[in-house]
């Protein structure tokens, strides 16, 4: 820690221990209000029931799940078959019929479906992409991808049969009219930000009913009537399961999206919720600590206020650099606050016109799941800061500051070499998206080019799709960014880090690290380290040298003026300490001495005792205080040092290669003299 900061070493303890309690209070709330693994083995058990279950062998006769869906022909077969296979359910394990309390509700017999499933398309105009002439005899429709400005708001049946269309028609079983569009605010729907697009939460909904057979004709009539057509971008298809074991919903969303050359992506969303809380006694308890980190957080803003307040906020910031990370830090933890109430009051508001009993309602759980699985990002960031904090403190030793003293030091070479590879990488993410995207799905986009490249300088690379694509151009690309990124520029950065920790680790060995060292002495002197140790702590030694046995030297039972002398010379500074540097023993022995007899007894010196041990303990202190002071302020000027003195080195370097070379020249061109000359010498003899 630079003298600047100013802070002693009380100081640094203190917000330490603070900070430990807080992080303390929020790992476990963090933790603990969140699911973990029984929420991934739940969520693993739907994934393989909707993602990774087989088509109907009638349908396929190649193996076939729904991430294999290309076509709306596949699409039809996924939803006629995995899909509402697995969510309405009629006969057990066994083979046996479920009972109706059961009967189309549950998956697995365990996980309630809690409403309606919902299917929603978001369509584009007809017309939205000009037709070039020389086509426009034979191609009458034309449509882009997915625009906000292309999207289509109108009735679109009439298409396809303008004769037969009725504006109010209604799908089987239901009085919803599929063919009219609904806006974002009427179904209470946020944007999806799909595989390719950002797609708005309006569109065309029909929600199937609670049946099997009643929602396989559904299917089958919007099948029929081409409801899904070329104008059609995107498909959703929503629903919400519910474990009462584990008090977990799973919000899922099932995506077709439809490209304007005529694929279809399948990607899908399970989100894992607690919307109900306080259920069970760790719920509570969770609770509380929650409460309790928002108090410490509070502490810590008020906290910062009040020195921005003091020193302004350019001086807070210029005093410890350090305070931007609590800038960070209580930004976040407001902007989780505020996540968290949000969903509150969504929570509370869906929950109380929740009817889980009513499976022909849908009940839109979508933009509850957005917001929390948002605070859980947000609070992976908040962690992560939170972990950061720690170098705070961990820099007051050198010894532990050691990442942080070479990325100092090396800040300058870094960030030249750093500069270097971004340059390099760039042109390669460009040439490959070039060159192998329409080939190669890692580079069918620049930012999936960047991805794959990164994981490539790491190791991770199939260069057999690069072969396949281009047979001269793949190898070249392939061997040169192997060599130039992996080869050259790493190593390059492995060895400035290596070349400047050789020296930071040089600069650090002989100093002294009083924090540690304190750290460990005050261990060995505590209760543990003396039962773990057996060595004594101070207090002990001091207790047992000014024991009143001690220095009763002639066994009367009383201390005596001279005896009292001798505890003056044998603990000078602690009793100037107490008593003041030109205090006598005379003095001394009047202030306690309270039956005026001259001299000390038992009870008398014990309030003595007291003082002198206290008085030694301060002593100590300041001794430690000052050493580690001394040794702060050396240890400053040298790590200010380190990087102009790596500098110096580099051009002394840089000098002696240039003196080589020339001397090396200057005795090739006295070789060639001391050659010339013996040829003439021959020639003449």
Known sequence: MSRKEGDDTLAICKGLVYFFIFYAFFSYASYFSRPHTPAYFFIDSLKDLFLYEEFPEESTHIYKSFGDVQTYEEMYQYIEGPLLGGLYVS?????????????????????????????????????????????????FDCSVDYTSKSEDTEDFRFFYNESTFTPNETIPYSHQNPWTWHSSSELKGLSYQGRQFSYPGSGYIVDLPPDADMALE?????????????????????????????NLFAV???????????AVFPTSTFRCLRLIRNLTRDDTIVFFVEIATVCFAFILFLNMIRKVWKYGFRGFIKRNLWNMLDIMIITVYITIVALRLMVNSAISDQLDHFDPTDLWKYTNFQDTGFIMNQELNVLSVLNFLMTFRWFRYVTVSRRL??????????????????????????GYVSMGQIAFGIDVSEFRNIAQSALTLFRAALGDVDFQPLYDANRFLGPVFYISFMFLMLLVLLNMLIGILGDTYTVVREQIANDPDVLLDSIVKYFKQSFIGRKLLGEPDMEWVSNKLLSFDMIDKDNDNKISLAELRGIRNDHREAFCKAFGRNATAVEVLGLFDKDGDGFLQEKEFEKLKAQLIQAKKDVQEEKTMKEWRKVQLENYKKGRDVSSVMQQNQQSMVVLMRQISELREQVGSLQVQIAESQRHQRYNR
């Open 401 to 426: 500051a050691q990442l942080m003293l070479v990325l100092q030091v090396a800040a300058g070479d870094l960030i030249s070499l750093i500069i270097v590879m971004a340059i390099v990488f760039w």
């Open 91 to 139: 006969e057990d394990y066994a083979g046996n019929p479920l009972p109706d309390t059961k009967k189309n509700k549950y998956l697995y017999g365990i996980d309630l479906v809690t409403s309606a499933v919902r299917m929603t398309q978001v369509r584009i105009k007809n017309g939205s992409c000009e037709v070039p002439d020389l086509f426009k005899e034979s191609i």
């Open 252 to 262: 899922i969303r099932l995506a077709f999206e439809h490209t304007a050359g005529g």
């Open 218 to 246: 559904v299917v089958r009539y919007l099948q029929e009537n081409q409801w899904v057509d070329d104008h059609t971008r995107v498909l959703f298809i929503d629903f919400t399961v519910y474990n009462a074991n584990l």
